[in-house]
């Protein structure tokens, strides 16, 4: 009876920790870089994508994910929001590399957050391991990103000082902030 108890305490506590998890956190920014596919391979593969006056196909399944991307390097558009070169780990960059060598004359497709970003036309095979979103990210974005991944050539002391920072300047502008409204509200009453 009581190696009954003993076993069921034991399981039940060996369960917890999954099941209080109740899965993995989502992450802030889900960067997903999508190949193009075929109208043929059916609805359960491909989803449609309207680019320019022709629609396009492209796969479900992710060429490249946000747990792949090792570092990036941010920059501005001239449309006047932001982009990014993301820079991949080594199963990812053989992966990429292999399929844009077979799949020359596509098309990729960034997906942010479920949200067609950009697409980059496959001219030659991607070797380097770098896919550039040349436009369409926020700033809000961009400073997600910094918090999870660091900039290409970063080290990561460079980047964990950088980070802190960030958020020194942000508090302090939070403050500021809260001050002049403080004093706004003072000179209404």
């Not at 076993?7 to 956190?25: D, N, Q, R, V, Y």
């Not at 960059?93 to 970003?117: C, D, E, H």
Request: hydrophobic share 40%; net charge positive; charged share 30%.
């Amino acid at each position: 009876m009581t190696r009954r108890i003993i076993l069921s305490i034991l399981a039940l506590c060996l369960c917890t920790p999954a099941f209080a998890s109740g899965g993995k956190k989502k992450t802030k920014n889900r960067l997903t870089f999508h190949l193009e596919g075929h109208h043929t391979d059916g609805q359960k593969m491909v989803f449609p994508l309207q680019m320019g006056n022709k629609k396009r196909f492209f796969q479900k399944t992710p060429l490249v994910m946000n747990k792949e991307i090792v570092a990036h390097k941010p920059f501005f558009a001239q449309d006047g929001t932001a982009g990014s070169t993301f820079l991949f780990n080594r199963a990812a960059i053989n992966r990429v590399s292999a399929l844009t060598t077979q799949n020359q004359g596509k098309w990729i497709v960034a997906m942010l957050n479920g949200r067609a970003v950009d697409s980059v036309y496959i001219d030659r095979p991607i070797i380097d391991g770098k896919l550039v979103i040349w436009q369409g990210l926020t700033k809000a974005e961009i400073i997600a990103f910094d918090y999870v991944i660091p900039h290409i050539g970063e080290d990561r002391k460079t980047w964990k000082k950088r980070l802190k920072d960030h958020k020194k300047a942000r508090k302090a502008e939070i403050k500021r902030r809260k001050e002049e409204q403080k004093e706004r509200n003072r000179r209404k009453s």
